[in-house]
T-cell receptor
Framework: GAVVSQHPSRVICKSGTSVKIECRSL??????MFWYRQFPKQSLMLMAT?????????EQGVEKDKFLINHASLTLSTLTVTSAHPEDSSFYIC?????????????FGPGTRLTVL | AQSVAQPEDQVNVAEGNPLTVKCTYS??????LFWYVQYPNRGLQFLLK??????LVKGSYGFEAEFNKSQTSFHLKKPSALVSDSALYFC??????????????FGKGTKLSVKP
């Protein structure tokens, strides 16, 4: 089955630093990837849609200058949390839809737990 | 606007008993419906989906779901629950139709607890 990986799985950083999270589709190409944020005991909230070769589309209320998204290739999207603060601590999950072969399911990465001290 | 409702925060079931996790949806067009399961500190795993065709959809780990258009529901079911089924379950609807690039709208999740 399709696999999506995320790296790192867990990161702890100091307030004010930047953290980069990678999302890779391992056995298929994805022109679009989605970044979600999940707070404890809550559902996933879509942050932005990452588009290969063009600018990301951000959801209302998500600061594009704080959450930088780069979709550098058909298998890699990165989310950089700039000048992180404790309130940015969360579980970040990416997903990629797999097209073709009669499938249209999104495959999710394992998530990245960010803790900002 | 599309939306998904999971009315139960938690469902408790004894091992071996049937389980149902409820989901209702609201969309303007044809619904594309999904169930995902999340284990602690893990990402989401795909269980099953309804796009078109048979209303009863069978998925991974013995789960199934029934699409009911008149009741706008897509309840998740399993005939005999296992302790290992204990996890957080999310129902989702895909925004828009035509193509597969639309993002998913998630319900708030239902915690399933299966006791031995």
């Amino acid at each position: 089955g399709a696999v999506v990986s995320q790296h790192p799985s867990r990161v702890i950083c100091k307030s004010g630093t930047s953290v980069k999270i990678e999302c890779r589709s391992l056995d298929f190409q994805a022109t679009t990837m989605f970044w979600y944020r999940q707070f404890p005991k809550q559902s996933l909230m879509l942050m932005a849609t990452s588009n290969e070769g063009s600018k990301a589309t951000y959801e209302q209320g998500v600061e594009k200058d704080k959450f930088l998204i780069n979709h550098a290739s058909l298998t890699l999207s990165t989310l950089t949390v700039t000048s992180a603060h404790p309130e940015d601590s969360s579980f970040y999950i990416c997903s990629a839809p797999r097209t073709g072969q009669g499938t249209d399911t999104q495959y999710f990465g394992p998530g990245t737990r960010l803790t900002v001290l | 606007a599309q939306s998904v409702a999971q009315p139960e925060d938690q469902v408790n079931v004894a091992e071996g008993n049937p389980l149902t996790v409820k989901c209702t949806y609201s969309v303007s067009g044809n619904p594309y419906l999904f169930w995902y399961v999340q284990y602690p500190n893990r990402g989401l795993q795909f269980l099953l989906k309804y796009i078109t065709g048979d209303n009863l959809v069978k998925g991974s780990y013995g789960f199934e779901a029934e699409f009911n258009k008149s009741q706008t529901s897509f309840h998740l079911k399993k005939p005999s629950a296992l302790v290992s089924d204990s996890a957080l379950y999310f129902c989702a609807v895909r925004e828009g139709y035509g193509g597969s690039q639309g993002n998913l709208i998630f319900g708030k999740g239902t915690k399933l607890s299966v006791k031995p």
